[in-house]
RNA sequence: GCUGUUGUAGCUCAGGGGUAGAGCACUUCCUUGGUAAGGAAGAGGUCGUGAGUUCAAUUCUCAUCAACAGCUCCA
């Protein structure tokens, strides 16, 4: 007998191998229809391997992480299953499970696939689906594993196994299906439901650039329709809040071929929102003791190739541009700090003057890859939050936990609660593409990751997302989609204070090394403004909004009253705006209703007589009537406050 | 940059070998209307661009540009 503790300390006893699903099963028929998986002493396994001592066990189901990605993992081997029945010959790569769903990349060899062969497939699986398949495990010898997968002339199956140990190699089979997996997989096919498969996409066979490029296949299954149904119903409320399409019904920005790809138009509206973020990080710099500085769009190459930025990027960059006659070479400036740099060499710095703290709103220029370019997210011109602050080895730590404490208050006061913060360090592998010595390199991270601890941040590591001098802090928010996107992020740097030989005089009268602390809480500020309009779905913040008043008169009779209200709210620094139209009031508060401006003032008759406003508040209808005062003290609460718009 | 899909009016989209259509927006007139679309008339497009096939191309073919999705990249 062995003992199974259960995640509420429960310990039972049970014959040694038993297996997850009969442990369910006795406790109830009900559960053990649900079980996907098992976590065995912290780890995911099937749920019909035999257990064979004492274990805690977790039973696994829908709705956790592990469950869910169980049954994703095991749905790409159901579309493997359908693609071999359907397209006889075709060869696999890869089939995870991802955040959302799951994927398998496959060679089709000549033929190609269309999105309406994915209505073919998705019934074939759903067909598949209702045999009940188990999904068995079988372990393999390496020998035997390469000889099945070359008779069968998978190359990618064989390379895989190559690179696998013998003994540690399995295989998983379902229905007239076999493949190559590490498991763990559902009991069988049955718990599959609701199947969408929801895009092909070229992707490279492992990643690499250089190597073919593979079909991959998306989809996502569900254990019912009806999850089904409510995963496409979110998909399509994330696509109204799309920056791309929101930002152009709000007239906020757009872009123009013939300006050029990549380079956003900012609208009146979008470019005073702009400005108000920019007032807004202004205020909290000045008092958090930053000192402003302003530096030109372009810098000699010399520059950058002192910082190393020629090097490392010169070739993927915008080439330099050069002077008529004498030939010098100027690059549009992809990055602000080595211009600060050369403003801390302006005078001579005394140990008693740092920390010093350089901010700019400085707008920068990069060659991105066609391919790349994505709204106001990733775009060829952009203006950062940027600064930069030189400060003593012994101010690094406070200084960096004044930056946290900076992020995060923008973060709180724009009610960001949704993001991740990630320590980005070097690739373990490849140390070619980063500068500056290992023990620069260290005494870098731990000031980050010490830092992090201190404030108590959520963090994950990523190796290989270092910038190529110096480790980051970075603050990671997602669009509507799902997609990932860097916003703020802060940067310990040794290294560039050695190439520009910048230095301050110790206490020791001595000549001393100042460390670089490079940071944009919003990063820049295109992204940050799509973020933000996907993260509010549109309705900003009043004291963000464009347009935070609208006033409607109801007829051309109340039209002198409603003039002197807007004047008096404009007076009292209110953004308010008449629409004197000759439109019914229906039609003025459905347009103002869709142009999401939050507070409506429908002013008739009955107003101008008694002198008040008739309130009324966007996507929640009527307020009823209060003073013009009263109104406008409730407007300057909700901007001093920075309440979100709900 | 790579693979795939798409490109018709300011916006959203329909159409299809015989030189184009809807809704919204816009203009004018009528209407003075009380909390999400009042009525009528009108204006607006060489169907992304360039070639080819054809008596004839916006429609078919090719190239090119751009957008979208994913991959790769991101100081």
Known sequence: MINITLPDGAVRQYESGVTALDIAKSISEGLARKVLAA???????????????????????????????????????????????LYPGVKFGYGPSIETGFYYDIDLGDRTISDEDLKKLEAKMVELAKQNSAYQRKEVSKADALQYFSTKGDEYKVETINELQD????????????????????????????????NIAGAYWRGNEKNKMLTRIYGVTFPSQKELDEYVTLIEEAKKRDHRKLGKELELFTFSEKVGLGLPLWLPKGAMLRERLQSFMQKAQLESGYLPVVTPHIGSKQLYVTSGHYEKYGKDSFQPI????????????????????????????????????????GTVYRYEQHGELHGLTRVRGFTQDDAHLFCRPDQVKEEFIKVIDLVLYVFRSLDFTDYTAQISLRDKEDRSKYIGSDENWQLAEQAIIESAAEKGLNTVV??????????????????????????????????????????????????????????????SLERFVAVLIEHCAGKFPLWLTPTQVKVLPISDKSLIYAEKVAELLKKAEIRAEIDDRNEKIGKKIREAELAKIPYMLVLGEKEATDGVVAVRRQAKGDLGTMPLEQFIGLVNDEVVNRRPFE
């Open 39 to 85: 976590k065995v002493n912290g780890q995911v396994v099937d749920a019909t391997r035999p257990i064979k001592e004492d274990s805690t066990l977790q039973l696994l189901t829908w709705t956790d992480t592990d469950g869910k990605a169980t049954m994703w993992h095991s749905s790409a081997h159901l579309m493997a299953e359908a693609l071999e029945a």
């Open 167 to 198: 003994g540690a190699i399995t295989f998983y089979t379902q229905g007239g299906f076999t493949d190559l997996c590490r498991g763990p997989h559902i009991p069988n096919t049955s718990f599959i439901k609701a199947i969408k498969l929801t």
């Open 322 to 361: 050069s002077t008529p006659e004498e030939g010098e070479e100027f690059l549009l400036k992809p990055m602000n700090c080595p211009h600060h740099c050369e403003i801390y060499k302006s005078s001579p710095k005394s140990y008693k003057d740092l920390p010093v703290r350089l901010a700019e709103f």
């Open 462 to 523: 990523e190796y290989g997302e270092a910038a190529f001098y110096g480790p980051k802090l970075d603050f990671m928010v997602k669009d509507a989609l799902g997609r990932k996107w860097q916003l703020g992020t802060i940067q310990v740097d040794y290294n560039l204070p050695e190439r520009f030989e910048l230095e301050y005089i110790g206490a020791d009268n001595q000549k001393h090394r100042p460390v670089m602390i490079h940071r944009a809480p919003f990063g």
